[in-house]
């Protein structure tokens, strides 16, 4: 494990020189920008999105982020172009603080990462379906009323459970809460905020229930002509001695 005590100046510098490191290779898959280092976790997140294949996303990192780990926006050149057209930052902090401790980002297990972009795809996904006004409201509104912060976040989190990343999700959010060394108050934010394991647990329940009802009367009437055709007499077959 890469883990330094430091505090202050030193924490500052640390995160420049981890942006420094993972920004240096970056991959472009058509129209995703991917810094290499973590290449494999965003193409994963990916996968579930397949409503997002056409979209302009870059996965950025930056050591401006002081107080999350992962925000996504739409670009301020692309903002008042249509949707269709805009462009999405992911911006990632490289470094991951602990108490008075930074730990690179690349320490972070796979299954919690993905679950970090797929939350942030899930971002994206809501973007996709506003207009520049709505979404330059939706900024507004993210600054100035916490519930519409909770109203946010469980939009992000339905687009990623609805796309299959409910496991991510909770891998995540437990990570964040069961980790012994993250500052208490960045925990307190994450429950106030942020939807609980346990109600993402209750979307993917509902989701499954839903894709039962759904198999269970995919068919109806070919198995209602296949009973009626079981109950029909023999002379109601022609060709059949």
């Known amino acids: 494990m890469y883990r330094l005590r430091l505090t202050g100046l030193g924490l500052t510098l640390l995160a420049t020189i981890y942006v420094a490191i993972a920004q240096e290779t970056v991959t472009n898959k058509r129209n995703k920008e991917i810094p290499a280092i973590i290449e494999n976790q965003v193409l994963t997140a990916l996968s579930h999105y397949p409503d997002l294949k056409e979209t302009n996303i870059r996965f950025l990192f930056t050591d401006k982020l002081k107080k999350s780990i992962m925000v996504a926006r739409p670009t301020a050149g692309s903002l008042f172009k249509r949707p269709q057209n805009r462009t999405y930052n992911v911006l990632i902090n490289p470094a991951f603080k602990l108490d008075y401790q930074i730990e690179s980002i690349r320490q972070i297990p796979d299954s919690v990462m993905i679950g970090w972009i797929g939350h942030e795809l899930g971002h994206i996904m809501d973007y996709e379906r506003k207009s520049t006004w709505k979404i330059m409201g939706m900024g507004i509104s993210y600054w100035l009323s916490k519930n519409y912060v909770r109203k946010a976040e469980r939009i992000a989190d339905s687009f990623a459970v609805n796309n299959g990343m409910g496991a991510y999700l ?51 009437a070919e198995e209602k002509a296949h009973g009626a055709e079981v109950e029909l007499p023999e002379e109601s077959h022609p060709g059949i001695s």
């Open 170 to 220: 909770t891998a995540k959010k437990s990570f964040v809460l069961d980790h012994a060394e993250l500052p208490q108050a960045y925990k307190d934010k994450i429950q106030a905020l942020y939807p609980s394991p346990s109600y993402i647990e209750k979307l993917m329940a509902d989701l499954e229930r839903e894709a039962e009802y759904e198999r269970e009367t995919a068919f109806p």
